[in-house]
C-alpha cells in the first residue's frame, strides 16, 4: 500500500492547475513527440526507446524554461498578470524550485541513459546556455531594446539541443553536412519559434486593462507581428524544398497555407489574432507531420 503525505496531496492538484495555465502539456507532449519521430525520418532507426527519450527530453526541456522563465519574469509578472498561478499564490517559487531541480536530474539521466559522455556533453551545452538566458547574458537591458536579438539569443539555445537528438540516434557526432540535412535540421528546430511568435502576436493587457509590453504584438503591432508568424510558415516551405525524400507535395502546400494567411492578414486578421493558440498549434504539429507523410 502506497501511503502519500498531505503535502503532496496538497500539491498535486495545484501542479495539474499549474500545467493547464502555463504548461499545457498533453498538446506539447504530441508536440514533442511528433518532432523526435520526425528527427527519426533522416536515419529511419528502429530505434523507439530513444526516439520516446527524446520526446521527454524535449518536453522537460521546454518545461525547464518555462520554469526559468517563472523566475525571471516574477516581478513583472506580479506588477502586470496578477492572475497567473505563482503570482496569485496558487504554488510557490520555492515549490517550482524543487520541482524544477527534480526535472534536470531527470533530464541528464535521460541523456545519459540513450548517449555516450561526448554527446551528452553537447546536451550539457544547451543545458547550460539556459542559465545564461536566465540571467539575460548580464546584459538585459540592452537585448530588451532589440526584440530580434533577444528572440535570436534566446532560440539559438535550441541548436546544440538537437545536434544531441540526431547525435543520440545517430549513435555518433552528427553535424548536417549537406543542404539536405541542413534544411532538414532547421525545418524541425523552427517550430519552437513559431510556438513562441504566435503565442506573442496578440496583446496581453494587465488588470487595470492597459497593454504591457510583454509581446511582439506591443514592439510591431498585432497584424504585421501576424505577416512575420506567415513569413516563418514560408520559410519552412522553403527549407521543405531542399529535404530528400520528402512528399513533393508538402512544400507547395506549406507555401499556399502561407500566402492565404498572408492575404488574411489584410482583410480578416482579427479572426486569426483572435484564435492565435489555436492556429499556431495546428502549424506546429503540420511540421513535423509533414515529414511522416
Request: proline share 3%.
Amino acid at each position: 500500500m502506497v501511503i502519500i503525505n498531505n503535502n503532496c496531496k496538497s500539491i498535486l492538484p495545484k501542479i495539474q492547475i499549474y500545467l493547464i495555465d502555463r504548461f499545457p502539456i498533453f498538446p506539447l507532449f504530441i508536440f514533442t513527440s511528433l518532432v523526435a519521430i520526425a528527427v527519426n525520418t533522416i536515419f529511419h532507426t528502429s530505434l523507439y526507446l530513444k526516439i520516446i527519450s527524446i520526446s521527454f527530453i524535449y518536453l522537460q526541456f521546454l518545461f525547464h524554461l518555462r520554469i526559468l522563465d517563472e523566475f525571471k519574469d516574477y516581478l513583472y509578472d506580479k506588477t502586470n498578470h496578477a492572475d497567473r498561478p505563482v503570482q496569485r499564490g496558487l504554488i510557490s517559487l520555492n515549490s517550482l524550485k524543487k520541482i524544477g531541480i527534480i526535472n534536470i536530474l531527470l533530464l541528464v539521466i535521460l541523456a545519459f541513459s540513450i548517449s555516450n559522455l561526448f554527446i551528452v556533453l553537447i546536451f550539457l551545452i544547451s543545458l547550460l546556455y539556459t542559465f545564461f538566458m536566465f540571467k539575460e547574458f548580464y546584459v538585459s537591458e540592452y537585448l530588451r531594446k532589440r526584440a530580434l536579438l533577444y528572440l535570436f539569443s534566446h532560440q539559438i539555445v535550441f541548436i546544440p539541443l538537437f545536434i544531441f537528438f540526431y547525435s543520440s540516434l545517430w549513435n555518433r557526432l552528427w553535424i548536417p553536412n549537406n543542404i539536405s540535412q541542413v534544411s532538414h535540421f532547421l525545418f524541425l528546430v523552427l517550430p519552437i519559434t513559431i510556438i513562441e511568435f504566435g503565442r506573442k502576436m496578440k496583446h496581453r493587457v494587465n488588470h487595470k486593462g492597459e497593454i504591457t509590453n510583454d509581446t511582439y504584438a506591443f514592439i510591431w503591432g498585432e497584424k504585421n507581428s501576424l505577416r512575420i508568424f506567415t513569413l516563418l510558415i514560408l520559410l519552412e516551405s522553403l527549407l521543405s524544398i531542399n529535404i530528400v525524400g520528402i512528399n513533393q507535395s508538402i512544400p507547395f502546400g506549406l507555401i499556399l497555407l502561407s500566402i492565404v494567411l498572408f492575404l488574411i492578414s489584410y482583410s480578416s486578421s482579427r479572426i486569426l489574432i483572435e484564435n492565435n493558440m489555436i492556429l499556431t498549434t495546428i502549424i506546429a504539429l503540420l511540421i513535423p507531420i509533414s515529414l511522416l507523410v
